[in-house]
């Protein structure tokens, strides 16, 4: 058992008896000591630790781990800590600065790649009888079956997903097309899943009957038929920043959201909903769930087996810029972030109300949704019209629209509170005022804007009538109606025309872009054109080339079924031979022996082929006559005829044989071969001797005159 395991590469260490209750101690301690930081000590404490060796991971591998499980993050850190007997975080970081090999091995860690042939094998069935039909209903080889499996790992759920396919395509759909493209973020992963090949423990668990038919032995090891291979592409992908695929029918990606905080769970759906197709479904693990998205997916039939329908809502993909930079970390101070982003806008809004504000607003996202109400707003905001939204802008009162807008603008570029006062909007025509103000909410993992309304009141003494409204500052400075509102007037103008300057600004930085773009494109167009003409040049060649290629194809297989018919050919006339045959290679083994051979030394093909032939029987063949001809055959390239020589047999005793011998002529110089010819003559010699035995006995008979033939002679 222990042996079984090490030749398996699944034991960390490998110690005797008496060093594993030591290790195990040792582990012990590194597990509830390990992330502990000694405050004497110059090492980082452990929050800070943690987050600049996910920091090296995103500069050496581009993937960032900040919003995975940190409790998985950490359990992980602590496994590599263990073996390479660091016994706390500080130490364990100083090695993984300066040790690649260790970040590599630490990314593969923290990536999981757990997988196997037919997880859970009642997802399959239900694939197979309930969603499969609908997959394939009208899909052809014009329009194939596009199928995306995202966080494949090795990548065995690829080819069961395309062996369940394969058998039920047999017999239900025979016309169909598959296409499954398959990815994963590890670059060794990808690589292996492209070979297909897996040792006897990753197939174990298949019935004989897939193994049969959809693999082949290789070496040792099992490797995915070329039929099953053909329908699944693999690509190097993180489909977290990754640009998604398009138009899939079906989308995969099962015990890989588990691991993720809930941002990027709704990331991830949220990109597999702009991937998918109308109609389009998608497959998620056992303990995983479409809850960040409800509005994206609804559940299909059983919510069982975790098969979800794509709602018809517009998709939109969160495009995420995460450069990648490969550098030393050595001697880089880290910009770390002190307190980590959260996904919890409601309590940093909380924040910023009680701190300093009061009145009535919304939080919008960077879409300008809103995602929640904060008091009654409805005396600025009312549903519009139509298709339900909660566009802000969409239910923003008549007059509040662009003033919202160019807020809202303003404080996303720069990042910082923007306010609009006396803002004049109507409510039942009627004129009212208002101030609002936009604030960037700080630590939350995506941008949102909390807008605050601020009402203006009426100017007592001005009636209904004539819908004058003025803050109410001006009942104590004494200003007129008219008077607030020409320096309203002037104000609003102001504004007006430094909101026009800002954008004549942004729209002719936005022109130069696009003229330097259409510049781009035009040049781009040209090298198209020209690298479209050298393909054009180069399909023909193709063309010219695949036709040669037929041709010589179809030379080559009629020399093979001419080689077939001469081997079949010489194969009967070999097989029908009485005489034994044998060919040995220049080492006197067997490669091959006939029938008759067989038959006359009572020998079978597992005793005899692969073996040297001075051992075959009982050694009878180990003659030193007989080393010496073999030799001679070998070096000299001598034909050897009627070789004499003799074989004891178990059941008709010592029999008389005669060997020929020779090389096979090759042209090719291939392997050395020679071919043995026997022949039986025991019969023969025995033959001989009786009839000369006779001839001496008639000849004697004669001689002494008692021959009945002879006359007597007279005296």
């Known amino acids: 058992m222990p042996r079984s395991a090490i030749d398996a590469d699944v034991v960390d ?27 004497q000590d110059q090492h980082p404490s452990k929050d800070e630790a943690f987050r600049e060796l996910l920091q090296i991971l995103l500069f050496r591998k581009g993937t960032d781990f900040t919003y995975y499980k940190q409790t998985t993050v950490g359990r992980r850190i602590l496994r590599r800590m263990a073996l390479n007997k660091k016994e706390n975080i500080g130490d364990y970081l100083d090695y993984f600065r300066e040790n690649v090999a260790e970040q590599d091995l ?24 309930s969603l499969f039909p609908k997959l394939l209903k009208d899909k052809d080889q014009m329009n194939p079956l596009r199928i995306w499996i995202a966080g494949c790992s090795t ?24 296409q499954i493209f398959a990815t994963d973020v590890s670059e060794i992963s990808i690589t292996r899943a492209r070979t297909g090949i897996y040792s006897k423990r990753d197939i174990d668990g298949l019935d004989e009957t897939r193994l049969e038919k959809y693999f082949v ?28 695929f398009a138009k899939m029918d079906f989308v995969s990606c099962r015990n890989v959201l588990i691991y993720m905080e809930p941002f990027l769970q709704k990331r991830a759906l949220t990109t597999f909903h702009y991937a998918l197709n109308e109609n389009g479904y998608l497959l998620l693990g056992n303990s995983e769930t479409v ?8 559940a299909f039939v059983d919510n069982k087996f975790k098969i979800y329908l794509r709602k018809q809502v517009q998709g939109r993909y969160l495009y995420v810029s995460s450069g990648r930079n490969e550098r030393s970390s050595k001697n880089n101070v880290f910009a770390i972030r002190k307190e980590p982003g959260r996904d919890d806008f409601q309590r940093s809004a909380d924040e910023v109300l009680l701190t300093a504000y009061t009145p009535p607003g919304v939080v919008v996202n960077e879409q300008m949704d809103i995602v929640q109400f904060r008091g009654s707003t409805g005396t600025w905001l009312e549903a519009s019209p139509g298709k339900p939204s909660l566009n802000v802008l969409r239910m923003a009162r008549e007059g509040l629209g662009f003033e919202l807008r160019n807020a809202l603008h303003k404080a996303r570029t720069n990042n910082r509170t923007e306010v609009k006062e006396h803002i004049p909007f109507k409510v039942l025509n ?34 209904a009538e004539n819908q004058t409204q003025v803050p109410e500052l001006a009942v104590a400075v004494g200003i007129t109606a008219e008077g607030l509102y020409i320096q309203q ?5 102001a504004l007006l025309r430094e909101d026009m300057r800002s954008i004549t600004e942004d729209q002719e930085a936005v022109n130069e872009e696009l003229q330097s773009t259409n510049e781009e494109l035009l040049s781009g167009s040209e090298e198209l054109q020209s690298l479209n003409e050298e393909l054009e040049t180069s399909k023909e060649e193709i063309q010219s080339t695949n036709e040669e290629l037929m041709t010589l194809n179809q030379e080559l297989f009629d020399r093979n079924e001419q080689l077939n018919i001469s081997r079949l050919y010489a194969e009967s006339i070999v097989s029908t031979i009485r005489e034994p045959l044998i060919v040995l290679d220049r080492d006197y083994k067997v490669r091959t022996a006939n029938r008759a051979y067989y038959q006359k030394f009572n020998a079978t093909e597992e005793t005899t082929e692969g073996k040297q032939l001075f051992t075959l029987g009982n050694g009878q063949w180990d003659t030193p006559d007989l080393h010496v001809m073999l030799d001679e055959i070998r070096e000299k390239n001598l034909r050897v005829k009627d070789f004499p020589m003799r074989y004891n047999f178990d059941d008709t005793g010592e029999r008389a044989l005669l060997l020929n011998a020779c090389q096979i002529y090759r042209t090719d110089n291939a392997e050395l071969m020679i071919l043995l010819a026997l022949e039986d003559v025991t019969d023969m010699k025995k033959r001989e001797e009786d009839m000369l035995l006779f001839s001496r006995s008639w000849k004697k008979r004669w001689t002494s005159g008692r021959h009945p033939c002879r006359k007597p002679t007279m005296p």
């Open 155 to 178: 990548g065995e759920e690829p080819y069961s997903m395309a062996i369940c396919l394969h058998e039920y395509m047999e017999s239900k759909a025979p016309d169909c097309k598959i």
């Open 291 to 298: 809850a960040p998205v409800a509005e994206l997916f609804t």
């Open 430 to 463: 009627r004129p009212h005022w208002v101030t609002v103000e936009v604030v960037p909410l700080p630590n939350t993992v995506e941008p949102y804007y909390l807008i605050l309304f601020r009402e203006v009141l009426v100017l007592p003494g001005h009636t």
């Open 217 to 244: 032995k290789s070496n040792g090891n099992f490797q995915i038929a070329k039929t099953i291979r053909d329908m699944c592409v693999f690509a190097v992908h993180n489909f977290l920043k990754d640009p998604p």
């Open 489 to 493: 007037l002037e104000k609003e103008l």
């Open 13 to 39: 260490f490998i110690l005797s008896p008496e060093d594993i209750a030591l290790r195990l101690s040792k582990l012990t301690d590194t597990f509830l000591n390990g992330l502990k930081s000694d405050s």
């Open 106 to 129: 630490l990314y593969q860690d923290l990536l999981i790649p757990v997988s196997g042939f037919f997880r859970d094998p009642a997802v399959y069935i239900a694939l197979s009888e």
